[in-house]
């Protein structure tokens, strides 16, 4: 097991560009979350999924943020247009649900993966 | 989900024990404890989880009041490599809602 695969670890772009962050969760996890860390606001919640579908992209800052499933083993993050503000690192995870004696427990574990280091000059 | 209360920061000395409190007065029958840990620049790390039972694995202890109104976490012998900030969690059983939200967790710093 992999674990949960974030592409590009860096990136550093210019303020106006696109910018798409990619994530590959761990086979067989059922729901995906995007956050988003800084300094300033610590590590915050974008949007999540389930089964693919968005859940609650309530997290989202604005419009130039989006985010897509198209199918269970990949997801992007894009940001268009990209702000200095912007720069942060962003984390993928996944979630798979707890198993007590063989049953479902009621609990769940996140997963995530490495982050991708966003820089906005 | 019930809303979490840590210290900012602790000191422990390497090879002593690190106990990180939590308080989470407003926790209901159904809402599990979880905790994480981040270390530098790494995403989060879950570490253990309970419901009204101490819990006990190979990374940590978790000791939750009878009143499950606050917790425990236990590092029993800590190492340099334990220092991160450490967040605690509470959130129901799993259905429809798989909101996961962090606070500002406590930074525990491992003196040598």
């Known amino acids: 097991d992999a674990g949960v695969i974030q592409s590009p670890r860096h990136e550093v772009t210019e303020m106006g560009q696109e910018v798409t962050l990619r994530c590959k969760p761990i086979?067989?996890?059922?729901?995906l979350f995007w956050y988003r860390q800084t300094m300033m606001r610590g590590l915050e919640l974008l949007i999540y999924?389930?089964?693919?579908?968005?859940?609650?992209d309530s997290g989202m800052p604005e419009d130039r943020f989006s985010a897509k499933m198209p199918n269970a083993s990949f997801s992007t993050l894009k940001i268009q247009p990209s702000e200095p503000r912007d720069s942060a690192v962003y984390f993928c995870?996944?979630?798979?649900?707890?198993?007590?004696?063989?049953?479902?427990?009621?609990?769940?574990?996140?997963?995530f993966g490495a982050g991708s280091r966003l820089t906005v000059l | 989900d019930a809303k979490t209360t840590q210290p900012p920061s602790m000191d422990c000395a390497e090879g002593r024990a690190a106990n990180l409190p939590c308080n989470h007065s407003?926790?209901?029958?159904?809402?599990?404890v979880y905790w994480y840990r981040q270390i530098h620049s790494q995403g989060p790390q879950y570490i253990i989880h309970?419901?009204?039972n101490n819990e006990t694995n190979e990374m940590a202890s978790l000791i939750i009041t009878e009143d499950r109104k606050s917790s425990t976490l236990i590092l029993p012998h800590a190492t340099l490599r334990d220092t991160a900030v450490y967040y605690c969690?509470?959130?129901?059983?799993?259905?429809?809602?798989?909101?996961?939200?962090f606070g500002t967790g406590t930074k525990l710093q491992v003196i040598p």
């Open positions: 999924f389930n089964n693919n579908v968005p859940i609650d």
């Open positions: 309970g419901l009204k």
């Open positions: 969690i509470v959130r129901g059983r799993s259905g429809g809602y798989q909101k996961v939200t």
């Open positions: 407003t926790i209901s029958g159904n809402e599990y």
């Open positions: 086979s067989g996890h059922d729901y």
């Open positions: 995870a996944s979630s798979r649900p707890l198993l007590s004696l063989g049953y479902p427990s009621g609990a769940n574990v996140l997963t």
